[in-house]
């Protein structure tokens, strides 16, 4: 059975598609992550994704598809987006945002299990190509490892577990309120901790939303340009922090 629902925006909030590799742990507490990429000289992300909700052992499973197109390689510090002409997938049309210049999925089902074929048309600083390629989704079975309740005061250590057939790293956010903040692992498996000090911004008495992404990458070059694939899988739980 094949979940090929695509939509704008997924139920996980906030959280960004980063691209990792290198060694350490990240200690960085909120914004968007600047870390090591591990496809560095990429002139695009086009990211396919499955999203896992769980609130209150209730999981539902949902797709997304997005599209980023660079005037610079993605390895840059800050990556400009660009408009890329027409942008499809399996056939079907992204939706183009001015506003960021990204593509976003629509109403129209993509089935993301199978085949992929990318195509862009090309504009500016964008050359035309397509892509086809059979993805490689990251797998989560430790879910049951995410804690139902969290107190501030002691921390949170967090144990990754059950992740397989991953290429990089796996990476944790956190938000509640209006705070948020992320760390992540090399490999797949380890533990994430928060001190009481990282958490001083997050509420208490108030849900905390935890969620785990990982990702696998493609690459192909076309025409001299490298270009880069994503197919990522995130978990969201809906804790409580105390």
């Excluded at 599209?67 to 390689?73: C, E, G, H, K, N």
């Excluded at 390895?75 to 997938?89: C, D, M, R």
């Excluded at 993509?110 to 397509?130: E, P, Q, R, Y």
Aim: glycine residues 12%.
């Amino acid at each position: 059975l094949a979940f090929t629902f695509c939509k704008k925006k997924d139920k996980t909030r906030n959280a960004p598609e980063p691209v990792y590799s290198g060694g350490g742990t990240s200690t960085t507490t909120g914004g968007a992550p600047t870390l090591p990429q591990s496809n560095g000289g990429d002139y695009c992300n086009l990211s396919t994704r499955y999203s896992y909700l769980d609130n209150g052992g209730n999981v539902s499973k949902d797709s997304s598809v997005t599209a980023s197109l660079y005037s610079v390689p993605v390895s840059s510090v800050s990556p400009t987006y660009v408009f890329g002409g027409t942008v499809t997938l399996n056939g079907v049309d992204l939706q183009y945002s001015s506003s960021n210049n990204l593509y976003y999925g629509g109403v129209t089902p993509i089935n993301i299990a199978g085949t992929l074929t990318w195509s862009v048309s090309g504009s500016g600083t964008v050359t035309a190509f397509s892509q086809a390629y059979k993805p490689s989704y990251p797998k989560y079975t430790g879910a049951s490892s995410l804690p139902d309740t969290c107190i501030k005061a002691n921390g949170i250590n967090i144990n990754i577990t059950g992740v397989t057939n991953n290429q990089s790293s796996v990476v944790l956010y956190l938000f509640g309120g209006s705070a948020s903040a992320y760390k992540y692992i090399i490999g797949s498996s380890g533990v994430i901790s928060f001190t009481p000090a990282e958490l001083a911004a997050f509420p208490v008495n108030q849900p905390l939303n935890i969620t785990i992404f990982m990702t696998n990458f493609f690459t192909a070059t076309h025409g001299g340009v490298k270009r880069g694939f994503t197919n990522g899988l995130s978990y969201q739980k809906t804790s409580y922090l105390k």
